[in-house]
């Protein structure tokens, strides 16, 4: 099973700040990695597919990069509906898996 | 737009059975890959199993701790995925989701499944 290791486990930043966030992989998925969206009480709002792709209907500011074990979601300029749970997810290999999720709050 | 609607949750004992439906739409169903995912209260995302389109042979694939308990099926012909849950325990209390790859996974808004005697 592949092993996906998300960090920060906690982000804190401010409206209009950068975020970063990362995602490494036990083997190589190749561009099979996805990154999700959640907030309380309601499901993953898929953000990125195939590691670089925008979802349907996903704000230019949020942008995914990386291949093999390294992975980044990046969030430009922070909105206040952007605080939320980031989780990963790999779909290269049967059990698909995912990150323990970073948390995004505000500081 | 593909659109997934779960339903069927439900308050049940241990040791019992319930079934999830997921009706599909806007998608070949017959040849889509149908997934069931779930999230405890209060905890992350866990691939749960996974059903292959008729032309892949249709058969499935569990996670471990439900394999030989759960049972994923499909009718082609009604569009719908199901989940039976038998022996169900404390621990499979989650918010269920049928998931599908089509230019991206397409999820549902998830059905509540509570184990508690």
């Known amino acids: 099973e592949i092993v996906l290791t998300q960090s920060p486990a906690t982000l804190s930043l401010s409206p209009g700040e950068r975020a970063t966030f990362s995602c490494r992989a036990s083997q190589s998925v190749s561009t099979n990695l996805a990154w999700y969206q959640q907030k309380p009480g309601q499901g993953p709002r898929l953000l990125i597919y195939a590691a670089s792709t925008r979802a349907t209907g996903i704000p230019a500011r949020f942008s995914g990069s990386g291949s093999g074990t390294e992975f980044t979601l990046t969030i430009t300029s922070l909105q206040s509906e952007d605080f939320a749970v980031y989780w990963c997810q790999q779909y290269t290999t049967w059990p698909v898996t995912f990150g323990q999720g970073t948390k995004l709050d505000i500081k | 737009e593909v659109q997934l609607v779960e339903s069927g949750g439900d308050l049940v004992k241990p040791g019992e059975s319930l079934r999830l439906s997921c009706a599909a739409s806007?998608?070949?169903?017959?040849?889509?890959?149908m997934h069931w995912v779930r999230q405890a209260p209060g905890k992350g995302l866990e691939w749960v199993g996974r059903?292959?389109?008729?032309?892949?042979?249709?058969?499935?694939d569990y996670a471990a701790p439900v394999k030989g308990r759960f049972t994923i099926s499909r009718d082609d012909s009604q569009n719908t995925v199901y989940l039976q849950m038998n022996s169900l325990k404390m621990e499979d209390t989650a918010v269920y989701y049928c998931?599908?790859?089509?230019?991206?996974?397409?999820w549902g808004q998830g059905t509540l499944v509570t184990v508690s005697s």
């Open positions: 806007g998608l070949t169903f017959t040849k889509a890959w």
């Open positions: 059903i292959r389109g008729k032309s892949d042979g249709g058969t499935t």
């Open positions: 998931s599908t790859f089509s230019n991206g996974w397409v």
